[in-house]
């Protein structure tokens, strides 16, 4: 076998040799020419080409099939592949993408006919000169110049190195060596002949190079297939992978949103982000067909141009007119998927309907995705004009458009293996950081930004404040090693408190405040609804698992309305979301573990409607104590009936009517701001505990434990500790800063000692109590029900020796004994209680002594 | 006088002539759109344009300069077309440039070639417009007969599509072709029908007319929001600045007709065997909606368009301008209109003051996700079973532009798509009778309530309706996500007990007389309403609307004061829902009158209002204690 890279300068030659008289004039043919690819595909279906040099020549008759067809498989020898194509620098290395790009090709070019054959043969713009192995020559109408494009490309292939890359299609490769090096070699070891090409690492080595691609990927792409098969063979000769390898270029920062397409992107490679909404099924789309004479059996191969196929009139063989007859099982097709994309909901305009893009998937880029995904599309943007009607003598003036898909990139999919943070990365101007960092070294930051926080809900500063930090969220860490798993960074609230003071709409607010909020109400939401249910797809007709609420808010805030309405099952579930950050599905045949990484914010009533204030939190919404327990912060949110705050409260409400757009907007950070500003902070900053902190926090809580032991109770537990934590981190998240220091810790410890006084205040005794969270009973309820057991078990005692006892004139007993009122229900607790120390037994209406 | 009309009759030789004299200089389109901008400055020159509203689409000249009053109910994908082309003489290998804009088909009586250097591909956007829904049948009666310009009596035609006969079907394809062919003369116009072959037009007409019969199993579902809507529906082409207008528009769109019979034979091609694979991007559904026969889906190529701040033809467009004359008699004119209210609300001047200050009410601002100056009125107390509720949106509807009553029937609930929908298939947005126009009324009439159980639709719907009412908000559902739409609907709620939906405003209607005949009642009413007089009323309730207000410093601390003392005395009396509408109330009632402050005297009326309001709901509840 000849040396892959002396092989090419023979080639070119052979080409630049050829009389260009054939096509150099016929600008509409390029894709018969482009076509003529793997000849070891098909050679089966022909007689072995002699010399790829002939096969040239005589195009239209020689077989020059495609590869993409079932044929594929039939690839006998990928030496012999090897061997054959290297000469034939521009057919077979990038067969592949050419096939992708074929169907397209003929009718799409309108002002640049481009072929990279004819350019080299005629090269009008080119010098010609042939000796330098095509050095100088361009491909018309571009100003790619093949060799070197393609020496370019190798160098950035072997050169490049990306030690900063935190890209996940990198993981496990040394990011020292060069990148794309350790992808060949992987190729080799795993014969997956595909090679994916970061754009902003072509850009950031090669900027001209990088240009070209964008500008005109249907010749520089294949240029590359061709370096990469000329660099792989070269380091293993002996390596046999199906076919040869394609380099699929991804993340063109060309465009970024469908609404930005325009007639300047039309043939040049972009991306562009969107929600695929339907796919076909799959299309064979013939490439060639195979004719063969009625008469004299000859046959002969047409190739679809501009997706029609010429059917030929006479057999040249015999002459016979009309004696052609299409071969169906002998013709070559491709695969073909339409595909349509939607524009992400996040990139549209307000009061606008989304757009929408046909997408084709060729060959193995076929059924790469469902409906529903998220994806990030790179391809080359087609016009085609509208075909000409025959019976008509006038054109429709439109242009159909679609994107021939080159590469998919799948932004669901990684968001279940937790790996995002990247993709959800907002691109920020420099200008944008500019404003937020100075927004963030102000030192009221914290302030402003909670005040900016739903302007329209008035007061309840500390709310905003615990809401605020839960839209920032704590740090997140991994324990897994360790065997504990994740660490929940996402703070929980709870607001509860009597009807009509706003806690639906700063719900609202939230929600429309966060990208990946999710709202729903207790009354209206089952566990299905908030977890995943499984359903049958409408279009694939298959069962399929879809996500729910909580799912669906990973990584974002999900608003529950109406916690307490909500059933006993359905808020069972909440249990595991909530702290261990998952949620596991166990349903027709599924069994799975999804993220939900999700901070809860919650609203609840009070039970009787009106909150009493007689009673702890716990009574007030009869929430099971296991799951307040998870809320880091419980606010209670009551109407203060205090002169002061009537008066601020209608000055606020007044102004709110009265006052311009412009004169609020003044007065408040924007809305937009805001969003950026906690876009940006969730992405980029990553606070850790500073030691002057840590020590904070271990007297803080410390002291917590402090004020319980001295009444004989627990006053905290480590739960309260992370929260601190989680608020503290938070708290540094705001103020931008990689370091939680003691300011941090002091406003965490004040938030939740206030958020405590709240909720956590025994209304018996005054003291804030944290076990009316955690057991869901006051420290000194519990005290009190010991006592009236004991006294119980005196007043039995005290009557002697009676086996059996009246219920009802014991209840009556204790009653006049006892100097506090005594309902039937403490009553029966005492009795429960005796009953647990063996001491008796109640058996309908007697107590019976044991 | 023909020159003066050439611009309406033929705006594309005009289109075409400053192409040619600019020599593809860019600035072309600026002066087409300038020129046109010019002519329709005048009023009486915008009048003499042909409304698609009024007159039958077949009665209209192709490609003649109309208008049309419209709203946008969706928003298609852009498309790009060819800007500038080249044509190619076969005979004299002559090379013309043309232009592609305002047009749907290139004409190339020529070769058109595709590959030239001077080709210039352009984008446009296309928006499928209906005529606003809800219009009253007085805003269209007046619109038309302010508008002069009929091409056709209207007399000779039957408003009803369904029953034209084929020959009147001829009559509309020849008809301009003849009128056109007369006027190409001098600008050596372009005919669009090509070589004007008379024969394929007479098989043209059958055979689309036979495929909008047979072709389609059902008749084309021109997707209007509200049921039983009838009007033309017009694929708009936009070419500037699309970017500006939103969904749920209202506009009024100048543009170039055209039907032109060769986009819809498209569809008709679909089983012949020359599919071309291309073709497949498009499934069946999706080419009926996106290219529906012309006849019945004109296109429109717009020129120039404004967005309407109200669909009163009483009012002129900018309506600030008419505002000083009018506010004058404000005073005496919502005398009378709280009069003719009261008496339609069976003598209950209460409530008829509360539904004026309803009517006038608009969504001014957002705060955030809270909508200011919504003002939902619930009046309950409405006899079941009755004609009543229908009877009051009669004249609800005579006095205003547009409103719609939904009767809300288990039936109706269960079954009617409110919130739209996104029909990934035919790939375009299936309207909603939420789907309306800013200031529109929605009547909801809770006296058809019956026994029954709701379905997940009607949970759906009803669900919907409470978003609406408190948030002002629809979220359309786009399958795999939602959107969420603002919007400024005016919601009535008319009910037996208090409704179940949240309102703003509840009032327990409390008839002072009971006239044994309703009907007959009401309709006596109308009819002694002088038409000048409900001219004012109509003016009145869409003038007011469109006032500026505010708060004196002063007054804002009397309300503070007012509303520190209340509280004081019994904090549960008011909370601060209650200073939210009794603001809301205190500024309808300033506006009611013309003042765009608000005066102390103005506040302390708003108190009684509301005082006397709830005094009402008071009692009623400790007559009826199932009443919360």
């Known amino acids: 076998m000849s040396s892959p890279s002396a092989t090419p300068t023979k080639g070119k030659r052979t080409r630049g040799s050829n009389p260009p008289t054939p096509w150099s004039e016929d600008a509409l043919t390029p894709p018969s020419r482009r076509r003529r690819t793997d000849d070891a595909s098909t050679s089966d279906l022909q007689p072995m080409p002699t010399s790829p040099v002939t096969d040239m020549r005589s195009p239209a008759v020689q077989d020059t099939s495609l590869f993409s067809s079932p044929a594929q498989s039939r690839h006998s020898a990928p030496l012999n592949e090897i061997d054959m194509s290297s000469p034939l620098t521009y057919g077979t290395p990038s067969s592949r993408v050419e096939v992708r790009q074929r169907p397209d090709l003929g009718s799409v070019r309108k002002a640049r006919q481009v072929d990279l054959h004819s350019d080299h043969a005629n090269g009008p713009e080119a010098p010609a000169s042939e000796h330098s192995v095509g050095q100088k020559l361009v491909i018309w109408g571009t100003d790619v110049n093949v060799g070197t494009c393609k020496e370019k490309f190798q160098r950035f292939l072997q050169r490049f190195i990306d030690p900063s890359s935190t890209d996940d299609e990198n993981a496990g490769l040394d990011l020292n060596e060069p990148l794309y090096m350790q992808k060949l070699e992987e190729i080799n070891v795993v014969g997956d002949p595909v090679l994916n090409v970061n754009c902003e690492h072509l850009q950031s080595f090669d900027a001209d190079l990088y240009r070209q691609l964008i500008a005109y990927p249907q010749e520089v792409i294949p240029t590359f297939d061709m370096a990469v098969n000329e660099l792989f063979f070269e380091r293993f000769p002996d390596s046999v992978i199906e076919h040869q390898i394609q380099v699929r270029p991804y993340n063109a920062l060309k465009t970024r949103n469908m609404r930005n397409l325009n007639p300047e992107d039309i043939d040049q490679l972009i991306t562009i982000s969107g929600m695929v909404i339907r796919t076909s099924q799959l299309i064979p789309e013939m490439q060639e067909a195979f004719f063969r004479c009625q008469v004299c059996a000859f046959s002969t191969r047409v190739e679809v141009d501009r997706g029609r196929i010429a059917e030929p009139a006479v057999c040249r063989n015999c002459n016979t007119t009309h004696s052609m007859a299409l071969i169906h099982n002998r013709s070559i097709f491709s695969d073909k998927q339409m595909i349509k994309l939607q524009e992400s909901p996040e990139d549209m305009p307000a009061g606008q309907t989304p757009h929408t893009t046909v997408v084709y998937a060729h060959n193995d880029l076929v059924d790469k995705v469902q409906p529903g995904d998220r994806v990030n599309i790179t391809g080359i943007y087609r016009a085609v004009p509208i075909r000409l009607n025959p019976r008509q003598s006038n054109v429709k003036s439109v242009y159909k458009t679609h994107i021939d898909a080159i590469h998919f990139r799948k932004t669901h999919e990684k968001r279940l293996h937790g790996l995002d943070e990247e993709a959800e990365e907002k691109l920020f101007t420099e200008e944008r950081v500019r404003t937020l960092r100075e927004l963030a070294a102000k030192p009221d930051v914290y302030e402003r930004l909670s005040s900016a926080l739903a302007p329209s809900i008035y007061e309840h500063e500390d709310i905003k404040k615990g809401i605020l930090l839960q839209l920032f969220g704590g740090t997140r860490k991994d324990f897994s090693q360790t065997g504990r798993g994740g660490f929940r960074a996402e703070i929980n609230i709870l607001l509860c408190g009597d009807p009509g003071t706003s806690k639906s709409q700063l719900l609202q607010y939230v929600y429309n405040l966060v990208p990946r909020g999710q709202y729903t109400s207790g009354k209206g939401s089952s566990a299905v609804g908030l977890t995943a249910y499984v359903m049958k797809d409408p279009e694939t007709r298959q069962l399929v698992l879809q996500t729910g609420a909580l799912v669906l808010s990973d990584n974002g805030i999900c608003c529950i309305d109406e916690f307490d309405k909500m059933s006993d099952s359905t808020r069972s579930v909440l249990h595991e979301v909530m702290e261990q950050q998952t949620l596991s599905i166990a349903k027709a045949g599924i069994i799975c573990q999804l993220n939900a990484r999700t901070s809860v914010l919650a609203a609840a009533n009070p039970v009787e409607s009106q909150w009493n204030p007689k009673k702890t939190t716990i009574e007030n919404i009869q929430l099971p104590h296991t799951l307040l327990s998870r809320f880091d912060l419980i606010f209670l949110m009551l109407d203060p009936q205090d002169e002061a705050y009537d008066r601020r409260l209608a000055h606020h409400l007044v102004s709110l009517y009265y006052q311009s757009e412009e004169q609020l907007e003044e007065e408040f950070l924007d809305m937009a701001m805001l969003k950026d500003y906690v876009a940006y902070a969730r992405s980029y900053i990553e606070p850790r505990l500073s030691e002057e902190a840590s020590q904070a926090l271990i007297k803080a809580y410390v002291d917590m434990r402090k004020i319980g032991s001295g009444r004989g109770m627990v006053s905290a537990y480590p739960r309260q500790l992370e929260s601190l934590i989680r608020l503290a981190e938070a708290h540094a998240k705001v103020r931008f800063s990689d370091k939680v220091e003691t300011i941090d810790v002091e406003e965490a410890k004040r938030l939740h000692r206030e958020a405590l006084k709240q909720s956590a205040t025994d209304p018996r005794t005054g003291f804030v109590d944290i076990s009316i969270l955690t057991t869901g009973m006051s420290a000194t309820a519990r005290k009190r029900k010991e006592e009236l057991a004991q006294a119980l078990k005196r007043l039995i005692q005290s009557k002697g020796k009676v086996p059996t006892m009246k219920y009802q004139q014991l209840f009556d007993d204790l009653r006049a004994q006892s100097d506090v009122a005594i309902t039937k229900d403490m009553f029966e607790e005492a009795l429960q209680a005796l009953t647990d120390e063996d001491y008796l037994t109640v058996t309908g209406k007697t107590v019976r002594l044991l | ?628």
């Open chain 2, 1 to 628: 006088m023909p020159t003066v009309h050439d611009w309406i009759n033929n705006p594309l030789g005009i289109v075409e002539d400053i192409f040619a004299q600019s020599n593809c200089s860019p600035d072309w389109e600026t002066k087409v759109l300038e020129y046109f901008k010019e002519k329709l400055k005048d009023n009486e020159a915008a009048s003499w344009v042909p409304s698609l509203n009024d007159v039958p689409v077949h009665y209209l000249k192709a490609n003649s300069l109309v208008k049309f009053r419209c709203f946008i109910q969706d928003m298609f994908d852009p498309e790009f077309y060819m800007g500038v082309y080249e044509t190619v003489d076969p005979s004299s290998k002559s090379k013309v440039l043309r232009s592609g804009k305002y047009k749907d088909v290139a004409e190339c009586g020529h070769q058109v070639d595709l590959n030239t250097k001077n080709a210039v591909t352009l984008e446009r956007q296309t928006f499928y417009c209906v005529p606003i829904p809800g219009e009253s049948p007085w805003v269209k009666e007046s619109y038309s007969c302010s508008n002069p310009a009929r091409v056709v009596p209207s007399t000779s035609y039957a408003p009803c599509r369904h029953k034209r006969s084929y020959e009147e079907d001829e009559d509309m394809e020849t008809q301009p072709h003849k009128q056109k062919e007369q006027l190409a003369g001098p600008q050596g116009t372009t005919d669009i029908h090509g070589s004007g072959d008379p024969k394929r037009l007479e098989t043209e007409a059958p055979s689309s007319l036979s495929n909008a019969a047979s072709g389609c199993s059902s008749p084309l579902d021109l997707n209007f929001p509200l049921p039983g809507e009838k009007g033309p529906a017009c694929l708009v082409k936009v070419y500037e600045e699309w970017e500006l207008f939103k969904v749920n528009d209202i506009l009024e769109v100048y543009g170039i007709l055209s039907v032109d019979p060769v986009l819809s034979v498209i569809s008709e091609d679909k089983d012949s065997s020359l599919v071309d694979p291309m073709d497949c991007t498009e499934s069946v559904e999706e080419q009926r909606v996106h290219c529906p026969p012309a006849s019945l889906v004109p296109r429109l190529h717009m020129l120039y368009a404004h967005r309407l701040q109200h669909n009163n033809p009483l009012l002129p467009p900018a309506a600030s301008e008419a505002s000083s004359g009018f506010l004058n008699d404000v005073v005496s004119v919502r005398g009378e209109l709280l009069g003719y209210l009261t008496h339609v609300l069976l003598g209950d001047a209460l409530a008829a003051e509360y539904l004026i200050l309803h009517l006038i009410s608009t969504v001014y601002a957002r705060r955030d996700v809270l909508p200011l100056g919504k003002f939902t009125l619930n009046l309950s107390g409405c006899p079941h079973n009755s004609t009543y509720t229908e009877q009051l949106y009669r004249v609800i509807q005579q006095l205003i532009p547009s409103s719609f009553r939904l009767g809300m029937s288990l039936h109706n609930m269960n079954n009617l798509r409110l919130v739209p929908r996104k029909d990934y298939t035919a790939n375009r947005l299936l309207s909603g009778v939420l789907q309306l126009a800013p200031n529109t009324s929605l009547f909801l009439d809770e006296t058809q309530l019956e026994q029954g159980q709701l379905d997940s639709t009607g949970v759906r719907n009803i669900t919907a309706l409470g978003n609406l009412i408190s948030w002002q908000k629809v979220d359309y559902d786009f399958n795999y996500h939602q959107m969420e739409f603002p919007c400024n609907i005016n919601v009535l709620i008319a009910s037996e007990g208090k409704s179940l939906l949240p309102c703003d405003c509840h009032v327990r209607l409390q008839p002072q007389l009971a006239p044994p005949n309703l009907e007959q009642y009401i309709s006596t009413i109308q009819v002694s309403l002088s038409p000048s007089l409900l001219n004012k009323f109509r003016i009145y309730l869409s003038l007011l609307r469109t006032l500026d207000y505010s708060i004196s410093e002063e007054v804002t601390k009397a309300v503070e004061d007012d509303f520190v003392e209340m509280r004081k005395d019994d904090p549960q009396s008011i909370s601060a829902e209650d200073l939210h509408r009794l603001l809301v109330v205190a500024r309808l009632l300033s506006l009611s009158v013309g003042h765009t402050t608000l005066s102390r005297d103005r506040w302390m009326r708003a108190k009684h209002l509301e005082t006397l309001r709830t005094n009402r709901t008071e009692q009623q509840k400790c007559v009826n204690g199932n009443e919360p």
